[in-house]
């Protein structure tokens, strides 16, 4: 059974202070794996797809990398608008995405 | 402007009463998708249609219903036999070019149990 496990279920950082959230997935012919961002009371927001092992994306202060086993969205010296729930999801052989449970960051000034 | 409209945001429900939830997208996507997400939890699927007129059972499909007789649409109904229904419903959609499938979310429509 596919697994999507996100780690750490919150995360509190000061503004400027880099870090590092984890997703970390067992799935059966990985056919690509989604970052999205998650405002209180919105839909998500798209970020990043990865399809295979090595691959990395930028986007202002994110980047997302990914390994046979795990991805990572580092964020490099954030700022408070970058508060927000990160979800990753992973798609295998089906139509539909299975999601983590996200991780909540917060960036105080 | 392209996207996906959910409405409305939020919906009440009597207890024994159907809902629907409309979902709708000029983004010319084949797929469409119906999500439930619950606090702490992450997303869960409750039905998809990968082409108009079909549709399929996600994760938790159990008193929900769903049609899908026009590309742009795809309501889902919230029948009286879903005993828990309160959750924030998501609408998404798949754009799938060159085998590189990105998926895209509605605003979400919260239901609550009146």
């Known amino acids: 059974e596919d697994q999507v496990t996100q780690s750490p279920e919150a995360l509190r950082l000061q503004e400027g202070e880099s870090s590092s959230l984890n997703c970390s997935y067992t799935v059966s012919g990985l056919r690509g794996l989604f970052w999205y961002r998650q405002d209180p009371g919105k839909g998500p927001e798209f970020l990043f797809t990865l399809y295979s092992a090595g691959e990395e994306k930028e986007k202002e202060r994110l980047k997302a990398t990914l390994t046979k086993k795990e991805s990572f969205l580092h964020i490099t010296a954030p700022k408070p608008e970058d508060s927000a729930t990160y979800l990753c999801?992973?798609?295998?052989?089906?139509?539909?995405?299975?999601f983590g449970k996200g991780t909540s960051l917060l960036v105080t000034p | 402007d392209g996207g996906i409209t959910q409405s409305p945001k939020y919906l009440f429900r009597k207890e024994g009463q159907n809902v629907t939830l409309s979902c709708e997208q000029n983004?010319?996507?084949?797929?469409m998708y119906w999500y439930r997400q619950d606090p702490g939890q992450g997303l869960r699927l409750i039905y998809y249609?990968?082409?108009?007129?079909?549709?399929q059972k996600g994760d938790i499909a159990e008193g929900y219903s769903v049609s899908r007789e026009k590309k742009e649409s795809f309501p889902l109904t919230v029948t009286s036999a879903q005993k828990n229904p309160t959750a924030f419903y998501l609408c998404?959609?798949?754009?799938?070019?060159?085998?590189?499938?990105?998926?895209?979310f509605g605003p979400g429509t919260r239901l609550l149990v009146l």
């Open positions: 983004l010319n996507h084949d797929a």
């Open positions: 998404a959609s798949t754009e799938n070019r060159d085998s590189q499938e990105t998926q895209y």
């Open positions: 999801a992973v798609l295998n052989s089906g139509y539909a995405l299975n």
């Open positions: 249609s990968q082409i108009v007129n079909d549709f």
